[in-house]
């Protein structure tokens, strides 16, 4: 059974940190797109960063440019998101997917519909 699990999420201050996990098992993602997307308070899920199969290229959304940092080890089949600067807006539950279907892409999507497999999702809440 493949499964995205993701952690790191929590509660904390305007301006702090917080660096979320993705660990991927029952198949390799080594080869595919890695992304992330969040989900506010009656928001739509929205993009927040992927990263392609070996780093070359790499996409932000403009809101969180300059504050997250998207990464990979694909050795440990994991991939995850440094935030910094964190800001109220930013409260939402974070979720990994995995564009399964392509390999060795290195083009980028931004939508929701091009990612196969997701995970549960993990709850940031960024407090004034």
């Known amino acids: 059974q493949v499964q995205l699990v993701e952690s790191g999420g929590g509660l904390v201050q305007s301006g702090g940190s917080l660096r979320l996990s993705c660990a991927a098992s029952g198949r390799t993602f080594s080869s595919n797109v890695m992304g992330w997307f969040r989900q506010g308070p009656g928001k739509e899920r929205e993009f927040v960063a992927a990263?392609?199969?070996?780093?070359?290229?790499?996409y932000y959304a403009d809101s969180v440019k300059g504050r997250f940092t998207i990464s990979r080890d694909n050795a440990k089949n994991t991939v995850y998101l440094q935030m910094n600067g964190l800001k109220p807006e930013d409260t939402a539950v974070y979720y990994c997917?995995?564009?399964?279907?392509?390999?060795?892409?290195?083009?980028?999507?931004?939508?929701?519909?091009?990612?196969?497999?997701w995970g549960q999702g993990t709850q940031v809440t960024v407090s004034s």
């Open positions: 990263i392609t199969w070996n780093g070359g290229s790499i």
């Open positions: 997917a995995a564009d399964a279907d392509r390999y060795h892409s290195s083009t980028i999507s931004r939508l929701r519909t091009t990612y196969e497999y």
